[in-house]
């Protein structure tokens, strides 16, 4: 992976911010984050069906980015960058507006009450996120831990910038219409788990 990293990395700039029209081919002009891609299932699937659209996609853990990396170079994607840090970092040099879609697909729910603080949908993260979407850009949740699920949701209600767009209770349980499944949300259903999905918009 050493080698074929630094094509598909991102560079965070030193002062201002990034400049994914550069960053990316001038074909994308439409730009998704994935926050937490784990093995780079759903990322790298999405990037195949999608060549119009430029996918960035965050993962501190090596092993997650070297899978990508290795799916990313035998399907030949030019549409994926990565940012193989802290997601927080890279959000903070997105420009304004600028992100259409963020997905954050079964992220650890920290489930001991002494470690709420450090689940990813927080009212802080939804503040930062809030800054990069436009009007009507889209916020993908989804966790198999009812009780995180209940988490994101009373964070997003609560959140000025964001309103949750669910109709009825199949909005919970359907995946969305171009949804990937990954053999951690395989496993999820075999050990008798239910994934939940919480879809919102930036106002």
Known sequence: MGEELPSHAIRLPDNGYLD??????AKQRLYHLEIGFGAGEHLAAL?????EIGYVGCEP??????????VIEQQQLQNVRIHADDARLLIEKLPAASIDKVY???????PKQRH???RIVSMQMLSMLA???PSGGCLQLATDHVDYGAW???KLLAHPDYEWIAESQTDWINPPVDWVETRYQQKTMREGRIPLFIKARRR
């Open 20 to 25: 994914l029209a550069q960053l990316f081919d």
């Open 47 to 51: 990037a195949a069906r999608y060549p």
């Open 61 to 70: 853990f090596i092993n997650g980015v070297a899978k990508l990396v290795s």
């Open 104 to 110: 954050i697909l079964f992220p650890d729910p920290w």
């Open 116 to 118: 709420h603080k450090r």
């Open 131 to 133: 800054r990069i979407q």
């Open 152 to 154: 994101m949701l009373e």
